[in-house]
């Protein structure tokens, strides 16, 4: 019977993975291309939108750890809130998609609509995020399940981030906007689907309802949650290897988000068209998505053998490498300049799904070296989330500014960004990664 639980449970989880990722991978690749090209945001009102979420961001993490760890007395369970979770995810990521006006150029509305899309679909991002990852810890306590669950999660997200292909092939990579919006419902429909699906199969895995005495210790250590928050913060952070994890995956963040976020417009501004045309492009944009998944399925046996830190480690000095020899070969290497950004792609994001590993034994390392009753992955996920998810913010408002600065939109200089100036621009691009 146990069993029979573990692996219905394996199978909800990367349900809730499919979903998210679908909506995820979708949302944060595309809404920077469409705010900036068809709504034609202003710099400044897309960077304001961007420090009110960093702001909403940390309120956010605070109030929903205390969401996740409230007593479930109060009527919000752990499943009741993801599937209200759910709910909000599908709505905020069709938010971005629908204009409320015909918008000019600078156009105060839409500053207004971004801050409102980010801060609606970051809310409930971050309430799915942090219940799966109580349900990661809870459920999958040993290291090799931890290392099954990963495969399984990644066949799932293998399948999710084909929504990307199937987005840039119906809508020539959005640029025909009504068959995008089409394909967004159809997407939110399929995700929705998906997300409840899960929710609804974890029911069956619910601790059982505890005696008085029981009701009375927990009370009692909700209690010391909520008023020892500090002090949890405090042993958390004073862990070296944590704040280690934390400094390199700050980096790690911002250097992903760097390239998801603008992908899109470092092909539109770096290769003509007449190079790569726009199946060819939705197809690179595709593989993007997809192989990092492939990657880390194809990598399982090298996990067992050398261990997901060298694995990670080897991923940082090829990306290097892969920058350097870009840099040599020039900005007029269309082909290798197209292969070298679908690249980095891969590696980083097959790397960004392997930190989940560090992260879940350094929940069990507190849970030893402190000796807890139980361990507390909200709160080391949220302080995770707390200190890594401004370089998110940071990264846009960085390229922004260095595309505004070289021309970006303006098709009096267009050309001089695709061909003279864009070396300088072109060097920033490949030594982000240092």
Known sequence: MTLFLIKSTKVAYSLITLGAEMLQSVFSFYYVKLF???????????????????????LNNLTGYFFINSNDECGLGRRFSVLCGASSYVVAFLLPWFPWRHYQEGDWLSGLHLMVSLCAFDSALTYVQRAQCRLFMETFTGHN???????????????????????GLVSDNIEILPNFQAVAILIAFL???????????????????????????????QDAVWTSV??????????????????????????????????????????????LSSSTRSVMYGASFICPQCLVLIIQSWLK????????????????????????LGQESYYCLALYLTVIMVILQASFYLLTL??????????????????????????????????????????????????????NSRYSLAHGQCSEWHCVTVMSRH
């Open 358 to 411: 560090p992260l879940a034994d350094m929940i069990d390392a507190d849970l030893w070296k402190f000796n807890r009753l139980s361990p507390v992955p909200s709160a080391i996920f949220g302080c995770n989330a707390l200190f890594t998810r401004p370089a998110q913010y940071l990264a846009p408002m960085v390229i922004l500014s260095g595309l505004f600065q070289y021309g970006y939109r303006n098709p």
């Open 145 to 167: 399940s931890r290392q099954q669950l990963i495969k399984i999660n990644q066949v799932a997200s293998l399948v999710g981030s084909t929504s990307i292909l199937f987005c």
């Open 305 to 328: 053998k050398f261990g997901y830190h060298k694995i990670i480690l080897l991923s940082f000095y090829l990306e290097g490498a892969a920058s350097i020899a870009m840099l040599l």
């Open 230 to 275: 500090l002090l949890l913060m405090r042993q958390i952070l004073s862990q070296k290897n944590f704040y280690l994890f934390l400094i390199t995956n700050f980096f790690q963040v911002f250097h992903f988000t760097f390239f998801k976020n603008f992908l899109m417009v470092f092909v539109d501004t770096l290769i003509p068209r007449n190079i």
């Open 191 to 221: 995700a929705a689907v998906s997300l409840y699906t899960g929710m609804g199969h974890t029911r069956c895995c619910e601790e059982p309802k505890k005696g008085p005495e029981g009701n009375l210790l927990l009370a009692s250590e």
């Open 36 to 58: 900036l090209d068809f709504y034609k945001i202003s710099a400044m009102a897309f960077c304001h939108a961007q420090i009110i979420l960093m702001i909403w961001n940390v």
